[in-house]
């Protein structure tokens, strides 16, 4: 069974960092592009940073860029999200994805994680 | 970045009923359209893909059709269960954008 679990969530003032990980199993993760999306509260969803099998691509939403990071450990099975200058519109659940299959390196996406929700408030 | 447009917002309707969700996109993403389902408290589900694949376990009364850049989720009759918010997402370009979604509700 393919599961993705993450955590690094929690409460964090504006300006200040997280690292998010999602911890991957039940399927060759070293093969596969993987990605991270957000949901703000009540809100939709928001694709945040996309990065392919190898690190050689990657990618991410203009309200993210040049403060998030996004990183893997194919020797962990770990897909990570360094997260700087926090905003408080970046509060949100934040979903590991993996594309259904390998060649859709854009999604499909399934499974979806259960999500780690971060917070930023002062 | 490719902007993708639901319509309605909310859709009202019954058990029974047919229910046409809209999704437009900015500039034409040939088929590379996918179709999310969400409900309440729970994790998004992969519906649709490629505009009209199911994935595994959607029944057939969910299908998907269009290209280029208007596509349609329809879902012939609605089921107690179909009742939640749909998100369509273009997998064309890097950035990834989903529409804003679609709320399914009860009459």
């Known amino acids: 069974e393919v599961q993705l679990v993450e955590s690094g969530g929690g409460l964090a003032q504006p300006g200040r960092s997280l690292r998010l990980s999602c911890v991957a199993s039940?399927?060759?993760?070293?093969?596969?592009?993987m990605h991270w999306v957000r949901q703000r509260p009540g809100k939709g969803l928001e694709w945040v940073s996309g990065?392919?099998?190898?690190?050689?691509?990657?990618g991410y939403a203009d309200s993210v860029k040049g403060r998030f990071t996004i990183s893997r450990d194919n020797t962990k099975n770990s897909l990570y999200l360094d997260m700087n200058s926090l905003r408080v519109d970046d509060t949100a659940l934040y979903y590991c994805?993996?594309?259904?299959?390998?060649?859709?390196?854009?999604?499909?996406?399934?499974?979806w994680g259960q999500g780690t929700l971060v917070t930023v408030s002062s | 970045e490719i902007v993708l447009t639901q319509s309605p917002a909310t859709l009202s309707l019954s058990p029974g009923d047919r229910a046409t969700l809209s999704c437009r996109a900015s500039?034409?993403?040939?088929?590379?359209l996918v179709w999310y389902l969400q409900k309440p408290g729970q994790v998004p589900r992969l519906l649709l893909y490629?505009?009209?694949k199911r994935a595994t376990g959607i029944p057939a009364r969910f299908s998907g059709s269009g290209s280029g850049t208007d596509f349609t989720l329809t879902i012939s009759s609605l089921e107690p269960e179909d009742f939640a918010v749909y998100y369509c997402?273009?997998?064309?370009?890097?950035?990834?954008?989903f529409g804003g979604g679609t709320k399914v509700e009860i009459k």
């Open positions: 994805v993996k594309p259904l299959e390998v060649w859709f390196r854009e999604g499909p996406f399934d499974p």
């Open positions: 990065i392919t099998w190898n690190s050689g691509s990657v």
């Open positions: 490629d505009t009209s």
């Open positions: 500039q034409s993403i040939g088929s590379d």
């Open positions: 039940g399927f060759n993760f070293d093969d596969y592009a």
């Open positions: 997402q273009q997998r064309r370009q890097w950035p990834l954008t």
